[in-house]
């Protein structure tokens, strides 16, 4: 298999989506699970994958669909399009799935799912993290991790602008 097609293949539907983790459960791996725009990918980025990966085996990335992200961050974002998000999330080998969501929150992906670990950035509080009750009430763990300090779509931006 070339290896576009190996990375591609990890942008998936809620159908295919459903199947990996089914899979994944056969053999007892542990779910991470997270969600954002990750318009221009950077170190805070990067960082922030590979600790959400040291938490379980398998990590799922719900990405924000260009329409919700105008809604998020206004109407000049996304910079990239949501494929080519996708595309960069599962360049990664920090990554094993990845799937567009365009409500305003991820929970029915969430629920699909059902991680053992949810994450999120430092910013949030773990009472305001959609899914968070669901997970914990499943026996799993809802966890936040530092940022980067100094990274920011928002401030490569600026820096360009």
């Not at 969600?35 to 950077?42: A, E, I, P, V, Y």
């Not at 938490?55 to 669909?65: E, I, Q």
């Not at 080998?93 to 053992?116: G, N, Q, R, W």
């Amino acid at each position: 298999m070339d290896k576009l097609q190996v990375i591609t293949q990890k942008i998936v539907d809620a159908t295919e989506l459903s199947r990996l983790v089914n899979r994944w459960r056969l053999k007892d791996d542990q779910i991470v699970f997270t969600n954002g725009c990750f318009d221009l990918l950077h170190k805070g980025h990067f960082e922030y994958l590979a600790k959400a990966a040291n938490m379980g085996d398998r990590v799922v990335v719900a990405l924000n669909t260009d329409r919700s992200v105008k809604a998020l961050k206004g109407q000049d974002r996304p910079i990239n399009s949501q494929d080519a998000r996708a595309l960069a999330l599962a360049s990664l080998h920090l990554t094993d799935a990845v799937i567009l969501f365009d409500e305003d929150t991820p929970e029915e992906l969430v629920k699909l799912v059902e991680p053992e670990v949810l994450v999120k950035g430092g910013d949030w509080k773990k009472e305001d993290i959609v899914g968070a009750q669901f997970v914990e009430s499943n026996g799993g763990k809802v966890e936040t991790i530092s940022l980067t300090e100094g990274y920011s779509t928002t401030s490569i931006i600026e820096k360009i602008g």
